[in-house]
């Protein structure tokens, strides 16, 4: 399956990873000068932040400024409660100064956020409505901070049901997806038995609706016992996600020229979506 012009449709699944997704900065950069078209991009957490700034038409120059004067104290305020520890009411503001406001629906590039219903435990997919609540909502780590309430759902993070969205840039119209996975887990020995529960967890959100296993290439970066909250880290991390990219795209290209030549790719099934 292809575009008009003849080449496939190139998406994107961005996963979560609090600060580690800054390295989604560095993906877009490699790909974008080598020359790797982004038609879609679907993000979880994370993700979704970095995803939907460049639907929105943010440069990768604008990202790294913005990932160089942001931190927890931009998007956050302690709120110690029986929701959470943070609030990120701020995330909404902070969206709409740095990135824009926006309905989903009336990005550049088509993008969709994917969050999870606290009741149901169905994952979301939110492809239209205020841009800055349905980031906040796939960002809202339950017990972290609170639900956010949309369309009579309380919402929290994506990363829960769907943490590599691979085939909701298919319904986007992808025709190859590219994958980022930056939850790679670590066994934190001197934790004790608390870091192999830690391990534990980050291995079921990595693993959280199976998406790795839906692209058709994965990019992954080495961010194995890198921290999740160190925004200060955001020239390394983006570094490695650079890095990371320039392994596999020889794969990427190889993939887009065999399409052009009009060559049969590999392509995965079509997915059945029940979401909303």
Same mark, same amino acid.
């Given at each position: 399956m292809?575009?008009? *012009? @003849?080449?496939?449709?190139?998406?994107?699944?961005?996963? #979560?990873?609090?600060?580690?997704?800054?390295?989604?900065?560095?993906?877009?950069?490699?790909?974008?000068?080598?020359?790797?078209?982004?038609?879609?991009?679907?993000?979880?957490?994370? @993700?979704?932040?970095?995803?939907?700034a460049?639907?929105?038409?943010?440069?990768?120059?604008?990202?790294?400024?913005i990932?160089?004067?942001?931190?927890?104290?931009?998007?956050?305020?302690?709120?110690?409660? =029986?929701?959470?520890?943070?609030?990120?009411?701020?995330?909404?503001?902070?969206?709409?100064? *740095?990135?824009?406001?926006?309905?989903?629906? &009336?990005?550049?590039?088509?993008?969709?956020?994917?969050?999870?219903?606290?009741?149901?435990?169905?994952?979301?997919?939110?492809?239209?409505?205020?841009?800055?609540?349905?980031?906040?909502?796939?960002?809202?780590?339950? #017990?972290?901070?609170?639900?956010?309430?949309?369309?009579? %759902?309380?919402l929290?993070?994506?990363?829960?049901?769907? *943490?590599?969205?691979?085939?909701?840039?298919?319904?986007? @119209?992808? &025709?190859?997806?590219?994958?980022?996975?930056?939850?790679?887990?670590?066994?934190?020995?001197?934790?004790?038995?608390?870091?192999?529960?830690?391990?534990?967890?980050?291995?079921?959100? %990595?693993?959280?609706g199976?998406?790795?296993?839906?692209?058709?290439?994965?990019?992954?970066?080495?961010?194995?016992?890198?921290?999740?909250?160190?925004?200060?880290?955001?020239?390394?991390?983006? =570094?490695? #996600?650079?890095?990371?990219?320039?392994?596999?795209?020889?794969?990427?290209?190889?993939?887009?020229?065999?399409?052009?030549?009009?060559?049969?790719?590999?392509?995965? =099934? &079509?997915?059945?979506?029940?979401e909303?």
């Open positions: 292809s575009s008009n *012009n @003849g080449r496939m449709r190139v998406g994107l699944a961005l996963g #979560g990873g609090v600060a580690r997704g800054l390295a989604h900065i560095g993906v877009l950069s490699v790909l974008e000068e080598a020359g790797v078209p982004i038609d879609c991009v679907a993000g979880t957490s994370m @993700g979704a932040i970095i995803g939907s460049y639907c929105a038409g943010l440069s990768v120059s604008e990202l790294r400024d990932a160089a004067r942001t931190g927890w104290w931009s998007v956050s305020r302690p709120i110690p409660s =029986a929701g959470g520890l943070v609030t990120f009411a701020r995330m909404e503001r902070w969206i709409e100064d *740095n990135v824009g406001e926006f309905d989903v629906r &009336d990005l550049a590039i088509p993008f969709a956020a994917v969050a999870s219903d606290l009741i149901s435990g169905e994952r979301v997919v939110l492809w239209r409505g205020r841009l800055c609540s349905a980031v906040r909502a796939s960002c809202s780590v339950p #017990g972290f901070a609170p639900p956010v309430e949309l369309e009579g %759902r309380m929290v993070d994506g990363g829960i049901t769907d *943490n590599i969205p691979a085939d909701v840039a298919r319904m986007l @119209g992808a &025709d190859y997806v590219i994958g980022v996975d930056v939850f790679m887990p670590a066994l934190r020995r001197y934790l004790g038995p608390l870091g192999q529960g830690i391990a534990a967890i980050e291995t079921l959100v %990595r693993h959280a199976q998406g790795s296993n839906e692209c058709d290439c994965l990019i992954v970066p080495p961010m194995e016992g890198r921290s999740y909250f160190r925004f200060a880290s955001y020239k390394e991390l983006i =570094a490695l #996600g650079e890095e990371a990219t320039r392994r596999r795209l020889p794969i990427i290209l190889e993939a887009l020229a065999r399409a052009e030549r009009g060559e049969h790719a590999p392509h995965l =099934a &079509d997915p059945v979506l029940i909303n």
